[in-house]
């Protein structure tokens, strides 16, 4: 089974630092993806990238910035984390397509 | 806007019970539409995935269904049990735009108590 590793399960930070969120999957898939998740609201796509160094900006990247090295490794930064940042956040990746689409446990991030 | 909207949003039932939740969407065409089980503080799990063409998918005690001509799919669950208790989530994948355009619901809450 693909595995999709999240660093941390719960993170606080204060308003202003910067933050990375790391996700790593085991399975060679191209394709990686962040979102976030917030109560009533679906997922929100932050960024994904395609291959190494490729990112693209999904439906809400503001304040967001994204790195993507190696294949197995990509990384979601909050520049400078604000309280609305605060959220649930999500990895997954794909082999191709939506195909063998599959997500992390998340990271609950508390920007205080 | 292509959409997917969930019913109810939160839901209780006692151990045993059946229940059915709600899933209409105006994305379309689609490719595939899929549920999913997140536990709290969880991750999304892969329950289900239908084609267009399909119109019934079962995992166990999970049977989704899906209706293309009223744009409607319902998961029902058999002989509920206190670990159903998740949040459920419905997701459509919409045949063009890639897979970056997964539409995602926003969830039914289900408890399932003894």
């Known amino acids: 089974d693909v595995k999709v590793t999240q660093s941390s399960r719960y993170l606080v930070k204060r308003t202003g630092e910067k933050v990375f969120l790391e996700c790593v999957q085991d399975?060679?898939?191209?394709?990686m993806f962040w979102y976030r998740q917030d109560p009533g609201l679906g997922l929100r796509l932050i960024y994904f990238?395609?291959?190494?160094?490729?990112?693209e900006k999904g439906d809400i990247p503001e304040g967001y910035s994204v790195s993507r090295e190696k294949k197995e490794r990509f990384s979601l930064i909050l520049e400078s984390a604000s309280t609305n940042q605060t959220s649930m956040y999500l990895c997954?990746?794909?082999?191709?397509?939506?195909?063998?689409?599959?997500f992390g446990s998340g990271t609950r991030l508390t920007v205080v | 806007k292509n959409q997917v909207e969930q019913s109810p949003q939160s839901l209780i039932i006692l151990e045993g019970k059946n229940c059915t939740l709600q899933?209409?969407?105006?994305?379309?065409?689609?490719?595939?539409l899929r549920w999913y089980k997140q536990d709290t503080g969880r991750g999304p799990v892969s329950l289900t995935i239908m084609t267009f063409s399909e119109n019934t998918k079962s995992n166990g005690r999970y049977t989704a269904t899906l209706d293309a001509d009223t744009k409607q799919s319902s998961l029902h669950i058999t002989a509920s049990q206190l670990s159903d208790s998740a949040s459920y989530i419905c997701v459509v994948i919409p045949l063009s735009g890639g897979y970056n355009k997964l539409i995602f619901g926003a969830g039914t809450r289900l408890a399932v108590h003894p």
């Open positions: 899933c209409n969407y105006t994305v379309s065409p689609f490719s595939n």
């Open positions: 990238s395609y291959d190494v160094k490729m990112k």
């Open positions: 399975m060679d898939h191209e394709n």
């Open positions: 997954a990746s794909s082999l191709g397509g939506a195909k063998g689409y599959t």
